[in-house]
């Protein structure tokens, strides 16, 4: 069934795997950087997050390296702990036969745990170059070992000014190693990057496709001028605030908007006449939970790297297609479900219809939320339930989770140590090694959560969180001992019990 992967020269242990993972065909990016890459040639690929680049080199490395060596022989960069948890998952998965082992080592979070699973043994480490500088500084990583070598959204690594870091580490990655380096774009810097440390590199570009995720589902509402603000808090509460991103065109907008949501919803907002180490708070906030809406510019939103927003709300829909492209592309990452929603003043749509020209995808109208059809529910991106941690109010109870194969585990780790949902989920994956499919809902605690996990992997789970430390002590970690409740969220919004 996977002949098309063989035929690309990768061997039977990871075929299986991909085929385990549901891949029948290689993406572009694959069927071009595979067989340059297990020849052992620098590679420079542009390709974006979603044309299967981690396939492509991770296969790579799978098949050039062995297992079971005493120091690291793969060693791939990525610029945040995200994308480095992401990739370690998928290397994971896809190294399901082969036997390698891996390790994510990133920045905010434990180094304790991370430099546990180093002495455990990783042939290959995922990490954000501070924390692998870091790590190699401190004695934990040896450098010594790496064959291959990846840099992934290396123009991401250079805006982050990770430069630095990139040089400390090439300089301790043996010379003769074979690099792959990965970018959305050319910049100069990358360039420079790719002439300098890589020999003779094939130049990889694969086309992007339009750009917009699969799984978005993109509408416009015909606003007047003065309407906006209406339409767009109806739409939000009809929505059930959602986590979403909204556009505005000025830095005044966004000041303007954010202080008439306040007291609304937990708001957040940036834009590019706020220092750096603001912007980063607000950011980090966003990401952990604390709010669930960002309004923002675009020139702020550069580089937002935020997998879980469900929506995106274009209001002052944006004269160019590519920045509606690049805007919208933000919510429905990594394969989920969302929503875009463009507010468009009558003399506007046309921009709508370049926007549809442009990217080849349609954009629905929609009706005004409440003022025109009362009774209409819009499509509720995230629709399943919430574990509601006990602390929470009260809210009706719901299914149980054995009902779907998965049990709940209480984690000693919560809001008070600065987790947000998504960040205990995070941490359950990484330190449990469990991939997406096996963790479920959380709910958030002060000083516990709770954490659905497949049946078939909690033991693993536990065994493997109860070995986590934390500020000097273990994580507690148990199977949870009575049913949690459920309501429709846990993000702060309204009690509106479940829907
Ligand atoms: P990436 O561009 O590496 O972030 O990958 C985007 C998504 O595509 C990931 O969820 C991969 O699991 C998935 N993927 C990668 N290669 C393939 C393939 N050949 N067939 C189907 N899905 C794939």
């Not at 390296?65 to 990525?78: E, F, I, N, Q």
């Not at 949501?261 to 590019?272: A, D, E, F, K, P």
């Not at 996990?453 to 909690?458: D, E, F, L, P, Q």
Request: with cysteine; glycine share 10%; net charge neutral.
């Amino acid at each position: 069934m996977n002949s098309s992967f063989e035929e690309l020269g990768l061997s039977k242990s990871v075929t299986d795997a991909m085929e385990a993972l549901g891949w029948t065909e290689p993406t572009p990016i694959q069927r071009e950087a595979v067989p340059a890459g297990l020849e052992g040639r620098d590679m420079y690929a542009r390709a974006q997050t979603g044309t299967g680049k981690t396939g492509a080199y991770a296969s790579v490395l799978l098949s050039r390296t062995k297992p079971g060596s005493r120091r690291p022989s793969a060693l791939v960069m990525a610029p945040t702990r995200e994308l480095a948890s992401q990739v370690t998952e998928q290397v994971y998965r896809l190294s399901k036969y082969t036997g390698h082992r891996s390790a994510a080592i990133y920045g905010g979070a434990s180094i304790d745990a991370q430099i546990r699973m180093l002495r455990r043994g990783a042939d290959i480490v995922v990490g954000t170059p501070g924390r692998v500088r870091d790590m190699i500084d401190r004695g934990e990583l040896d450098p010594s070992g790496v064959s291959e070598l990846v840099l992934d959204e290396a123009d991401r690594m250079l805006d982050m000014g990770f430069s630095e870091e990139l040089d400390w580490i090439l300089d301790r990655v043996p010379a003769d190693r074979h690099t792959m380096l990965f970018s959305a774009t050319a910049s100069p810097g990358v360039r420079e990057l790719a002439a300098g440390r890589m020999r003779d590199p094939v130049s990889i570009s694969v086309s992007e496709g339009n750009g917009i995720p699969e799984g978005l589902s993109q509408y416009y509402i015909s606003a007047p001028r003065g309407g906006k603000r209406e339409i767009l808090f109806a739409l939000l509460e009809d929505m059930g605030h959602p986590k979403a991103i909204v556009f505005c065109g000025t830095k005044s907008m966004v000041d303007l908007l954010t202080e008439k949501l306040n007291g609304t919803c937990r708001v957040g907002s940036i834009h590019g006449d706020m220092p750096q180490a603001r912007r980063e708070k607000v950011m980090r906030s966003f990401r952990n939970g604390s709010f669930d809406l960002l309004v923002a510019t675009d020139v702020a939103a550069r580089g937002l790297d935020i997998d879980d927003v469900d929506c995106v709300v274009n209001y002052d829909m944006p004269p160019d297609p590519e920045t509606y492209v690049h805007r919208i592309g933000r919510a429905a990452r990594a394969g989920r479900a969302g929503t875009a929603v463009s507010l468009v003043t009558p003399n506007e749509v046309y921009r709508v219809e370049n926007a549809e020209a442009a990217s080849g995808s349609e954009i629905i109208r929609m009706p005004r939320p409440r003022a025109e059809r009362p009774e209409r529910k819009m499509k509720v991106v995230k629709e399943e339930p919430i574990v509601q941690h006990p602390e929470a109010k009260a809210a009706p109870a719901g299914p149980a989770a054995e009902a779907s194969g998965m049990t709940v585990l209480e984690i000693g780790i919560g809001r008070a140590e600065g987790f947000g949902r998504s960040s205990v989920a995070e941490f359950v994956r990484a330190n449990a090694g469990l991939g997406d499919g096996d963790v479920g809902r959380v709910g958030l605690g002060s000083s516990s959560s709770y954490v659905e996990v497949s049946i078939a992997r909690a033991a693993e789970a536990v065994a493997a969180i109860s070995r986590c430390r934390r500020g000097g002590r273990r994580v507690e970690v148990r199977e949870a001992p009575r049913k949690p409740r459920y309501k429709d969220t846990d993000r702060g919004r309204a009690e509106r019990g479940a829907a």
